[in-house]
């Protein structure tokens, strides 16, 4: 195979391309016989060879179980060069937004590409707020599940149900639905938040708590968490902070599992409800958004174990346990959101005066794999969820709840991604496969077997 462009000199910079006056192209020799395919350069100089055309061409299909080298699709939302821990959505690098942004204004900026002018926000917070409770209809579903139910099952389960609710946004007409996507995102952004608390509190017996219109998003949750009638919760600075860069850290991560998810179920012309309730289920697996709670559980086996992390090194090492929170698909360099919330972590344990010696044991454990030439020659760095877990922990949000507050922080990425599928309507995603099965046989009646 070969192109007549040198990916590695291009990439990552998004100048070069345009100084190319031919349209890159790529040769691949298929049984003596040579194809051309168009290359694709995207805006930070990204290379992809255009296959599409390569079955029909070749009678051969391209292999990447897992997809490590295939390009779902283009995309506008979110940059990610993992080679170099950088991250940007729609432009704006994440260091500037996690310090000078919201979630709310960051939320805003994935779904609509832009940041949004003063009336904008108040705009987009004013529909959010007014979005936040549910039909008191709804409130009855959260009794119809067990009380130990996993909130993650409930979240997508609810989310669905809150489509049939509106079904002039959720009929899988894409032109109707477009129409409406604004409300239908705004909708979306607040009461998957109502969703969680609820569930939080009927998980525990305890009455639900109305959403309150004077409160910011974050304060809101919060309140519908852990305020009773009796007794309002009042959020401390530091876990306003932590929370809202918590989420703002979260809000896309480009084609990451659940993510391609969502653009899957849209591709077949699905509505954005029954997308992120997909996209829900997708997040819920321990390599993905469950391994936040993974990360805490370990942290909590360790300390148990009497160990300081060493054993449990050793053992990740032997392959008889996975360091989780570490390592990442696209990531081989420090995942910038790592960076930002372990020391974001850090300031908010201190400033609440909050000890907790599994942050020791993840300290330890950092240090020790940092140096570790198992992790090193792998290129295993912490990810997002290593220190993510001991925020949530400190802040009172159940282990068990933790990857649905990556859901509420991944609900803006995964609309945006939706919109994307929707206003291009181009075709449903559908991968081949190579069978690797039994050939052609004749069925046996059940009296010959055995
Ligand atoms: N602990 C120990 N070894 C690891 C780890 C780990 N956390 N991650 C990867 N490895 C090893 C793996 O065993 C393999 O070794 P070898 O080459 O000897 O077979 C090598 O590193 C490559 O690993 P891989 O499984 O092929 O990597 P991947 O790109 O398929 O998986 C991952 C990426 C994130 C699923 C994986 O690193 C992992 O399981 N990490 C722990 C779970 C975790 O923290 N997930 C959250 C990801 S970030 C949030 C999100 O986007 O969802």
């Not at 454990?365 to 990810?383: G, I, M, Q, S, T």
């Not at 990425?413 to 181009?426: D, F, L, T, V």
Request: charged fraction near 25%; proline fraction near 5%; aromatic fraction near 10%.
């Amino acid at each position: 195979m070969s192109s007549d462009s040198n990916p590695s000199r291009d990439a990552g910079s998004g100048d070069e391309k345009t100084q190319n006056a031919d349209p890159p192209k790529a040769s691949i020799v298929v049984d003596g016989r040579e194809h051309e395919y168009p290359v694709i350069v995207g805006s930070e100089g990204e290379h992809a060879i255009d296959t599409r055309k390569f079955r029909s061409q070749t009678g051969y299909i391209t292999y990447d179980e897992g997809y490590g080298n295939t390009g779902s699709c283009q995309s506008e939302i979110t940059f990610i060069d993992g080679e170099k821990g950088v991250l940007r959505h729609r432009g704006y690098p994440i260091e500037q937004l996690a310090e000078k942004s919201t979630f709310m204004e960051t939320a805003y900026l994935i779904i609509y590409g832009e940041l949004p002018t003063d009336d904008e926000l108040t705009s987009f917070r004013q529909h959010v707020r007014e979005n936040a409770n549910l039909h008191e209809d709804m409130r009855h579903h959260f009794q119809g599940f067990p009380p130990d139910s996993h909130p993650m099952a409930v979240l997508s389960a609810m989310l669905n149900a809150v489509g049939c609710y509106h079904p002039q946004m959720s009929r899988n007409n894409r032109e109707e639905e477009l129409a409406r996507f604004q409300e239908a995102a705004t909708l979306l952004i607040s009461k998957v938040r109502t969703i969680a608390a609820t569930t939080y509190r009927m998980s525990q017996g305890l009455p639900a708590v109305y959403p309150r219109r004077d409160l910011r998003y974050v304060e809101n949750f919060l309140h519908m968490m852990f305020s009773d009638p009796y007794e309002p919760y009042e959020t401390p600075k530091e876990v306003f902070e932590a929370l809202d860069l918590f989420l703002l850290l979260h809000a896309d991560h480009e084609q990451n599992c659940s993510t391609s998810t969502v653009r899957m179920v849209a591709s077949g012309g699905a509505n954005l409800f029954a997308s992120v309730a997909a996209g829900v289920c997708a997040l819920w697996g321990p390599l993905h958004g469950g391994a936040n709670a993974a990360v805490i559980r370990m942290l909590e086996s360790i300390h148990r174990d009497g160990d300081d992390g060493s054993r449990f090194i050793k053992d990740a090492k032997e392959g008889k346990a996975r360091l989780m929170g570490f390592g990442h698909r696209v990531y081989k360099n420090y995942d910038p959101r790592a960076k930002i919330f372990g020391e974001a972590a850090e300031r908010m344990l201190k400033a609440l005066g909050r000890e907790d010696p599994l942050l020791d044991i993840a300290r330890h454990l950092e240090e020790a794999a940092l140096k570790d030439e198992y992790f090193v020659e792998r290129k295993l760095y912490p990810n997002v969820d290593f220190y993510s877990g001991l925020v949530l922990k400190a802040i009172g949000i159940p282990v068990n709840m933790f990857t649905v507050m990556f859901a509420i922080g991944r609900m803006p990425g995964w609309i945006a991604n939706w919109k994307e599928i929707a206003e291009s309507s181009k075709r449903i995603h559908r991968p081949r496969q190579i069978y690797t099965g039994k050939n052609a046989r004749d069925y046996v009646p059940v009296e010959k077997r055995g």
